[in-house]
Nanobody, 124 residues
Framework: QVQLVESGGGLVQPGGSLRLSCATSGFTLNRSAIGWFRQAPGKEREGVSC????????YYADSVKGRFTISRDNANNTVYLQMNNLKREDTAVYYC?????????????????WGQGTQVTISS
C-alpha cells in the first residue's frame, strides 16, 4: 500500500528555517514524482514544489522561489522540503503527494496519494 507521512512541522519565527520530511513506502520512490502542497485555513490547497522521479526536474511556486528547496533521498525513501527565510504567509498545513508516472505536475488532481499533513506556523 502506498503511504506518505509528513513530519518536521512546528513553530518558527519569521526569517527562520524548517525542514519537512516526507517518508514514503509501498512503491519505488524513483518511479514517482513527489509534490509538496500547502493549505491555510479558508484557502485552497496550493502547489509549492515538485521533484521528478529522476530528480532532474523540479518546480517551485513563485511565492517560494529562492527560499525553498526540494530534494530526495531515494535510498531512504524520503523527500525533503528545506524552507528558509520563512514568512508569516507560509503558515499552513503542508502535505506531500505522489503521482505516477515520474514527471512533475502542478495540479492537485494529478496526485493520487497524499499524506496527512504537518502544521507549519510562522509567528514572532
Amino acid at each position: 500500500q502506498v503511504q506518505l507521512v509528513e513530519s518536521g512541522g512546528g513553530l518558527v519565527q519569521p526569517g527562520g528555517s524548517l525542514r519537512l520530511s516526507c517518508a514514503t513506502s509501498g512503491f519505488t520512490l524513483n518511479r514517482s514524482a513527489i509534490g509538496w502542497f500547502r493549505q491555510a485555513p479558508g484557502k485552497e490547497r496550493e502547489g509549492v514544489s515538485c521533484i521528478s522521479g529522476s530528480g532532474v526536474s523540479t518546480y517551485y511556486a513563485d511565492s517560494v522561489k529562492g527560499r525553498f528547496t526540494i530534494s530526495r533521498d531515494n535510498a531512504n525513501n524520503t523527500v525533503y522540503l528545506q524552507m528558509n527565510n520563512l514568512k508569516r504567509e507560509d503558515t499552513a498545513v503542508y502535505y506531500c503527494a505522489a503521482r505516477f508516472p515520474w514527471m512533475c505536475a502542478r495540479e492537485r488532481s494529478e496526485y493520487g496519494y497524499w499524506g496527512q499533513g504537518t502544521q507549519v506556523t510562522i509567528s514572532s
